[in-house]
């Protein structure tokens, strides 16, 4: 990438807070890392943007955690029962069974209804309550980057009920009008031979699709 191409790209850096950070570097082969470093750039735009001012929506994820805490506490209640085997036999059944059943609902939640969301989002508003779903898709030993949009219409409880992220779709115009939207990278723009992470030049285009979707999408399904 050439000298001017990077002073070009850091002049479109989006309003986020200023903080003095040591140039984040990685192994190029190490794609998990790589996307992992792209994520948390992308999180940062949309929470510290001055003017995106998205909040995260954590009710999904509180919801997670005490499913998590429960699953866990009735581990300690087949422990603390006072009466010891085969006395308390229906007991540890019913922990193991509760635990089973608290591990699947997390399992499900992981597999078929967060998929590759990285972060969602509350509406403010102007946009009549409607959230986003933030997604990322970078498979191993690929060099092309996808961050998808997702509208959430009725919070992140509603998740499996909103329109879902698809790398790559066919019908690109059937997506806009569900409130979706995605842009593809490759991450040999963002990385140097030795692996040290251009940030500025990233978040200044993630910025940009975010207000590109702002503009022409999202104000299309309110």
């Known amino acids: 990438m050439s000298s001017e191409e990077v002073k070009e790209k850091k002049e479109k850096k989006p309003k986020v807070e200023e903080k003095k ?3 984040k570097k990685t192994n190029l082969g190490d794609t998990a890392t790589i996307k992992r470093i792209l994520d948390d750039a992308v999180i940062k735009v949309v929470l510290d943007s001055e003017d995106l001012g998205y909040v995260e929506d954590t009710a999904l994820s509180n919801v997670k955690l005490i499913i998590g805490f429960a699953s ?5 209640i087949s422990h603390a029962y006072p009466a010891s085997f085969p006395k ?5 059944l019913a922990c ?6 608290c591990s699947g609902i997390l399992q499900f939640l992981l597999s078929f209804v967060e998929l590759e969301s990285i972060l969602l989002v509350k509406g403010d ?9 933030i997604s990322s898709h970078f498979p191993r030993f690929q060099e092309t980057y996808t961050l998808g949009i997702a509208s959430l219409p009725k919070g992140s409880l509603f998740l499996p009920f909103a329109p879902t992220f698809r790398p790559n779709p066919n019908n690109k115009a059937q997506d806009e009008e569900k409130g979706c939207a995605q842009r593809s990278w490759p991450v040999n723009k963002f990385f140097d031979e ?4 251009y940030d500025d030049i990233f978040e200044a285009e993630v910025y940009e699709f975010f207000k590109d979707y702002e503009t022409n ?3 299309k399904t309110k």
């Open 21 to 23: 950070e040591a140039p």
């Open 72 to 76: 866990v506490g009735s581990s300690g």
């Open 88 to 92: 308390n036999w229906w007991v540890l």
């Open 96 to 101: 193991c069974t509760f635990y089973f059943v």
């Open 125 to 133: 508003s102007g946009s009549k309550g409607r959230g986003l779903n």
């Open 194 to 197: 030795e692996g040290t992470f």
């Open 217 to 219: 999408i999202q104000k």
